[in-house]
């Protein structure tokens, strides 16, 4: 089964809107760690924000926030006014505590193109 | 913040050959570093952990002779493709764990190395 899905693997936005990038997971542990990623074309990856399974609030970094619903296993990804730099690959990643060999898996991404 | 440098960043070899790609912590030291593999258009794949010290542990399926790991210092992993075939084009890109932070740890990400093996 699954640990990461994102169900959209492309999407567009018109720049200067906010769009919404879906994560679910599934785990039965009680203590975990969702990670949201960024890859640009050249490859390399870039980390945008980090929610823990106790925290009482949202994450937010900037333009970006995370959309923690913990009960139904989501964590979306929300980027405010995009910009034509948002296009990129965006993978959601989580970390089990009690995993300590495989750091994190990995969703299989979202491509957000950003129109002018 | 941190970071991990990783070298080369595109390397094209001929089939048989081996190409060795390093992945270094420039301003931590990393007792744990991991190695990943990227097809086109998909997400990154677990290939190894790196203890520093120690063997490496490598996930299933990953052969472990095809791709020799090797973490010496507390700043420098290696991943060695031997005897490369195309079918290991890919990319490879490593990350490194900055030891001493909570669960909210993030890792650090090399740039990564395209392999193009013909």
């Known amino acids: 089964a699954q640990k990461i899905t994102q169900t959209q693997p492309g999407m567009f936005v018109q720049e200067k809107e906010a769009v919404t990038l879906d994560c679910t997971y599934d785990t039965s542990d009680p203590s975990y760690g969702l990670f949201w990623y960024k890859q640009p074309s050249s490859g390399e990856m870039i980390f945008l924000i980090y929610?823990?399974?106790?925290?009482?609030q949202n994450a937010t970094e900037g333009r970006y926030s995370l959309n923690f619903q913990k009960a139904r296993k989501s964590a979306n990804l929300v980027i405010s006014a995009s910009q034509l730099g948002d296009s990129a690959m965006y993978f959601c990643a989580m970390r089990e505590v009690n995993n300590a060999g495989n750091m994190l898996t990995f969703g299989g991404g979202t491509r957000l193109m950003v129109k002018p | 913040g941190a970071v991990v440098s990783q070298h080369p960043s595109r390397v094209i070899c001929k089939s048989g050959t081996s190409v060795k790609i390093e992945c270094r912590s420039l301003?931590?030291?990393?007792?744990?570093m991991f190695w990943y593999r990227q097809f086109p258009k998909q997400s990154l794949m677990l290939m190894a952990t790196?203890?520093?010290?120690?063997?490496?542990?490598?996930e299933q399926g990953v052969e472990k002779d095809k791709f020799l790991i090797n973490h010496a210092s507390l700043t420098l992993s290696t991943l060695t493709v031997t005897s490369a075939h195309p079918e290991d084009s890919s990319f490879y890109i490593c990350?490194?764990?900055?030891?001493?932070?909570?669960?909210?740890?993030?890792?650090?990400f090399g740039s990564g190395t395209q392999l193009s093996v013909l």
């Open positions: 929610q823990g399974s106790y925290d009482q």
């Open positions: 790196s203890n520093e010290g120690s063997k490496a542990t490598y």
């Open positions: 301003d931590f030291q990393a007792t744990t």
């Open positions: 990350s490194a764990r900055e030891p001493g932070l909570a669960t909210n740890e993030k890792l650090f």
